[in-house]
C-alpha cells in the first residue's frame, strides 16, 4: 500500500523559507517518480515541481524557478520541496503524489496515482 504524507507546511511573512517534506512508504524513489502540486483556495489543482526516478532529474514550472527546490533522499523514502523567496501567492495547500514505474515525472496532475494529505503552507505580506 503506498502512502505518502506531508509535513513541514506553516505560516511564513513574505520573503522567507519552508522546506517541506514528503515521506514515501510502500513506494521505490529509484523506480517511482514524485511531484508536488498546490491548490490556492478557489483555484484548481497545480503542478509545482517534480523529480524523476531515473537520475534525480528536477523540473519546475516557471513561477517557482530559481525559488523552489526539490531533492530526495533515497535511503529514507523521503522527498523535499525546499522553497525560498516565499511570496503571497505561493498560499496554498501542498501536496506530494507518486506515479508508480515511471523514469521521469510530470508536472501535470493526471500520470499520478497516489497522493498525500497536503500541508498548509501561507506566506503573509
Do not use: H
Not at 502540486?37 to 530559481?66: H, L, M, N
Not at 501536496?95 to 506566506?123: F, H
Amino acid at each position: 500500500q503506498v502512502q505518502l504524507v506531508e509535513s513541514g507546511g506553516g505560516l511564513v511573512q513574505s520573503g522567507g523559507s519552508l522546506r517541506l517534506s514528503c515521506a514515501v512508504s510502500g513506494g521505490d524513489l529509484n523506480r517511482d517518480a514524485i511531484g508536488w502540486f498546490r491548490q490556492a483556495p478557489g483555484k484548481e489543482r497545480e503542478g509545482v515541481g517534480c523529480i524523476a526516478s531515473s537520475d534525480g532529474s528536477t523540473f519546475y514550472v516557471d513561477s517557482v524557478k530559481a525559488r523552489f527546490t526539490i531533492s530526495r533522499d533515497i535511503a529514507k523514502n523521503m522527498v523535499f520541496l525546499q522553497m525560498n523567496d516565499l511570496k503571497p501567492e505561493d498560499t496554498a495547500v501542498y501536496y506530494c503524489a507518486l506515479d508508480p514505474g515511471k523514469l521521469w515525472c510530470a508536472i501535470w496532475d493526471t500520470p499520478y496515482d497516489y497522493w498525500g494529505q497536503g500541508t498548509q503552507v501561507t506566506v503573509s505580506s
